[in-house]
């Protein structure tokens, strides 16, 4: 368990310096003014909290040997990533009325749906493998 909640705080890190490397450098690309105060501003500060704040609680001393929250904590990441790609595709198409821009620059379906079910199945197959294998440890001591 405790490899886990380390991979989930180094991941909470490294997300947050290549944001951080984002927006000092690529201003323009990282709509971050926009996208922090427009229209969809509760989806975008609840993507920042799940996935970017929430994390760091697995530093607390009594939350970070309890299983139940660490299954928490990445299944509130999970809903911070799928909040993330709502925020970055409804917002980048909130104001752009030519439908000609509507598909430009994504991937087909079929290869998005596979390279989505496989990378979601995989992490939550390493998520589920931890669990089980504390749980396993923990009866037998």
């Known amino acids: 368990m405790n490899f886990i909640r380390w991979s989930i705080i180094v991941y ?3 997300s947050i310096v290549h944001f ?3 927006i000092v450098f690529f201003p323009n690309e990282f709509a971050f003014i926009n996208r922090a105060v427009g229209s969809y501003w509760a989806m ?3 993507m920042l909290f799940s996935s970017s704040i929430l994390p760091f609680t697995l530093l ?3 939350l970070e ?3 139940l929250y660490i299954l928490l904590v990445a ?3 999970k809903l911070g990533v ?3 790609r709502f925020v970055i595709i409804v917002t980048s198409f909130h104001r752009d009325y030519l439908p000609n821009n509507w598909s430009s620059g994504f991937i087909n379906f079929p ?3 596979i390279l989505l079910f496989f990378t979601q199945g995989f992490i939550l197959a390493i998520l589920l493998l931890g669990f089980f294998e504390f749980i396993h440890r923990k009866n037998n001591i």
């Open 12 to 14: 909470t890190v490294v």
């Open 20 to 22: 951080i490397i984002g």
């Open 44 to 46: 975008y500060w609840v």
């Open 60 to 62: 607390i001393r009594k």
């Open 65 to 67: 040997s309890k299983p």
């Open 75 to 77: 299944v509130c990441m």
């Open 82 to 84: 799928y909040l993330e």
């Open 111 to 113: 290869t998005y749906g």
